[in-house]
């Protein structure tokens, strides 16, 4: 399980990183969103995962039953604090690079007025 | 526990909160945000007096919100570190309100200006107090939502380009604080700093294994220097500097800054460096992370003088020039950090290297907000801020000139100004790091250091030389300097002066905050950790 | 569109109400349930268009030529914004008030209510409740003041 989120989280990181470095506007918006994703896969990792049973997530096991005892509640809510920051972060990029371009008139983030 | 540690907070969220519910009635909104800003140095003048310097102070005090003790809730501690913060934080403040009601147009001011400069507030304050790891996070993020919205302001090609790079650079730079941070809960098991200090000086004690401690906090050091402007990651400096309003600019140099120094100093100081964590890289051997904070911060600071320096030299825009210099103030203030780590810690070099780099940080708060202040002055009454296109301004109007003198001869370092003790305390610093050390790397800091001595004097009377004397050019012949600006810029070119003659009382605060820095047991003790023993 | 618009928005509307209510024990709260009451008013605002809410459901006149920002349904989620700000402050700030920490939390059981019985009153809702609304409020200002560049 580990190295499958290793591999995730690379992946995302290599997938952000390189939309962030291109050249399209929306591209690079979404490299910022992508980016932050990595990091969220990567703190729930840090949380110690094990293979297991659907219990591990809280979130899937709600009615009922009692709360489950190994996931790490800590990371969890790290992850959703972020989530909700980069939440308001990406809408704040998309709705700047929206002004940006109308003010620059290029959707080329490299032509823009310095 | 005392209501004053998280006092300046709240009064901080409230009035932004307020100010947003006035949006309708501008008069009343701006009433409001300065009574706030009044509130806010009132409080932290308090929380300062009774709790840190007072006679019966205790030296520190901790507040646990809602409730829940240290290790589990989120803290929040108020020591001499964070005390002497939270007063350049609401000096800078309250000046910079003040210049903004007069500076800003009542059409821009009207709507969300107040809301946001005390949510920027809101969020350096946080960042001052936290004791726990993952809200200082949290706190970077409020201060830098503000700062892309106030960087983007003006809503020009040029301003919406520099906010949205800003942003993209510290989306990415929150990514990897994010990484650290996550990482190094997974290494000691806690996000709490005070616990993760007792953790990391007894590994074997919680059964942790504390090696990837140095690459973490190495991911940390880039992310605060990225905050700080420090020099590889400084490009983002003079275009988001000239893009936001002046008084946000004044902030933004002042305060905003400070807070990665200071994460570097309360990180490194109180937490990392009494990690038993051995370092055997490049040829180095030490015995805690801050062996190597030592040689790459000095090299970090050493060329964000070098290159802030030769910037503003070469800059024709008034608002470039500072914008560049104070890259390289940081990196004197960054300096004396990096000798701090590199000295003995029985001796008193680190104490007093902290101090200096503390001392001046606050005459570069003052100093640097007084000259963007003026800036914003100028450019109101000329309508420019072109070097060229400026002159004679010593003859039109010579208060405001008087106020910038004081601020660049500070900035110089002339005695008995605030600069000069700056300065001093730094070369001072970097001589005896050279002396109880002989190599190459404390003499090339002092080396940097009198480079950039030399190149701030040479920009500084370039500026003074082309824009103040000479003949007066059309756009100042035609000026009319607002009185209420300079009424501001005189009050803080007198702070400067003040803390430079009454400069006593001012270096014992350092020095207190540099103790506290430096003893992380203290800090331990002071936000009285419960249970949590052994992983 | 418009049809399944009409089934699926009150359907979007309970689960995030039931959403918000659980929040305090279980997974959900005012964030989650805050952006699914959102993502319904969105759908309407797909399926229909921006002035819906208001002649439509309201009944009201539109008035022409305003900007976006000074539009009625724009001001009303500014509104909401800002009471879920001074709800927020406020359930932190009571606790000082009785002496206890910022954003202490504290819970009644109430007995004896009618179908329920019994129900857990807890402060930590009420935070919650102004959570809900500075998402609901700030969401779709954002979406409308977009939507009507």
Redesign the interface.
């Known amino acids: 399980m580990s190295v499958a989120l290793a591999i995730a989280v690379g992946g995302l990181f290599a997938v952000g990183t390189f939309l962030l470095l291109q050249r399209d506007l929306i591209r690079v918006v979404l490299g910022v969103a992508v980016v932050s994703q990595a990091t969220f896969v990567y703190l729930i990792a840090m949380g110690g995962i094990d293979e297991g049973a659907r219990d591990l997530v809280p979130v899937l096991d709600t009615h009922g039953g009692g709360v489950p005892e190994i996931a790490d509640p800590v990371v969890q809510a790290l992850v959703l604090t972020a989530i909700v920051i980069s939440f308001g972060t990406t809408a704040l990029a998309l709705v700047l690079s929206y002004r940006a371009y109308e003010e620059n008139e290029t959707m080329d983030v490299t032509e823009w007025a310095r | ?1 005392s ?1 004053l540690v ?1 006092a300046p907070l ?1 009064v901080a ?2 009035t932004a ?1 307020l100010t ?2 006035l949006g309708r009635r501008p008069g009343i909104q701006r009433a409001t945000s300065v009574v706030g800003v009044l509130g806010y140095v009132g409080t932290v003048s308090a929380a300062v007096w009774t709790l840190v310097l007072g006679p019966a102070a205790p030296g520190a005090a901790v ?5 829940w003790p240290a290790p589990f809730g989120i803290t929040l501690v108020l020591d001499g570190l964070s005390a002497f913060m939270l007063t350049i934080a609401a000096g800078v403040g309250i000046a910079s309100i003040l210049f903004s009601i007069r500076y800003v147009t009542p059409e821009n001011q009207r709507v969300y200006y107040h809301p946001l400069f005390h949510m920027l507030l809101v969020g350096v304050t946080g960042a001052f107090l936290t004791g726990d790891l ?1 809200n200082l ?2 706190w970077f ?1 409020v201060m830098l ?1 503000a700062s ?2 106030f960087v ?1 302001f003006y ?4 301003a ?2 520099a ?3 800003y ?2 650079m510290n ?2 730079g ?2 990897l604080m ?2 650290a ?3 190094l ?2 290494t000691t098991g806690t ?1 709490n700093m005070a616990d993760m200090a007792r953790r990391l000086a007894a590994p074997d004690a919680y059964g942790i294994d504390p090696a990837p401690v140095v690459g973490l906090s190495a991911l940390l050091l880039a992310v605060f220097a990225l905050k700080a402007g420090l020099v590889p990651f400084q490009f983002w400096v003079p ?1 988001a500097y000239t893009a936001a309003p002046t008084p946000i600019t004044a902030m933004f140099a002042g305060v905003t800054k400070k807070v990665g120094m200071y994460a570097i100093v309360r990180l490194y100081f109180t937490v990392f460096a009494a990690a038993a964590v051995p370092v055997d890289l490049f040829g180095m051997t030490a015995a805690s992370p801050l062996a190597f904070l030592a040689p790459v911060l000095g090299a970090m600071g050493a060329a964000s003088i070098v290159v802030g320096g030769f910037g503003a030299v070469g800059q024709d825009r008034l608002e470039g020039v500072f914008a560049y210099s104070s890259v390289g103030q940081v990196g004197f203030i960054a300096v004396p950090v990096a000798i701090a780590a590199a000295a003995d810690p029985a001796g008193t070099l680190r104490g007093a290297a902290v101090a200096a780099a503390l001392v001046f940080a606050l005459h570069h708060a003052l100093a640097k907000g007084l000259l963007f202040l003026s800036v914003g002055a100028i450019e109101d009454a000329t309508d420019t801020d072109r070097l060229r296109e400026l002159g004679g301004l010593a003859d039109r109007s010579p208060v405001l000139s008087g106020a910038v003198f004081v601020g660049l001869l500070s900035l110089m370092g002339l005695p008995p100004l605030a600069g000069f003790f700056g300065k001093l305390l730094a070369f001072d610093a970097a001589v005896r790091g050279l002396a109880s050390d002989p190599g190459v790397a404390p003499a090339l800091a002092l080396v940097a250091l009198l480079l950039g001595a030399v190149l701030t004097i040479l920009y500084a009377t370039r500026v003074w030389i082309v824009g103040f004397w000479g003949r007066e050019t059309p756009a100042v012949e035609a000026a009319s300097v607002d009185s209420g600006q300079v009424a501001v810029l005189v009050a803080l070119a007198a702070a400067v002066v003040l803390v430079g003659v009454g400069f006593d009382p001012v270096y014992r605060f350092a020095e207190t905050a540099a103790t506290a820095a430096l003893d992380g047991e203290a800090y331990v003790e002071v936000v009285g950790l419960e249970g949590g023993d052994g992983a | 569109m418009q049809t399944t618009t009409r089934v699926t928005v009150p359907i979007v509307l309970v689960v995030a109400i039931s959403l918000f209510l659980q929040g305090h024990n279980l997974p959900g709260g005012g964030f989650i349930g805050g952006v699914l009451t959102a993502a319904a008013f969105v759908l309407i605002y797909v399926a229909y268009d921006l002035d819906y809410l208001e002649s439509g459901v309201l009944g009201r006149e539109i008035e022409p030529g305003t900007s976006v920002f000074e539009h009625r349904t724009v001001t009303a989620y500014r509104r909401t914004l800002l009471a879920g700000l001074v709800i927020v402050l406020g359930s932190g700030v009571a606790g000082i008030l009785v002496g206890d920490p910022f954003l202490t939390q504290g819970y009644v059981h109430l007995e004896g209510i009618p179908v329920y019985h019994e129900v857990e009153l807890a402060s930590a809702l009420l935070f919650d409740l102004g959570v809900y609304l500075v998402v609901v409020g700030s969401l779709l200002t954002i979406v409308s003041v977009v939507s009507g560049e």
């Open positions: 526990m209501l998280i709240l969220v409230t909160v947003l519910a507040y646990q919100v809602g409730g993952f996070f949290v993020e939502i892309y919205v983007a809503g020009t090609d040029r919406t380009a906010s949205f790079r942003l993209v989306v990415f929150s990514a994010l990484i941070v996550g990482g809960y997974a996000l275009g």
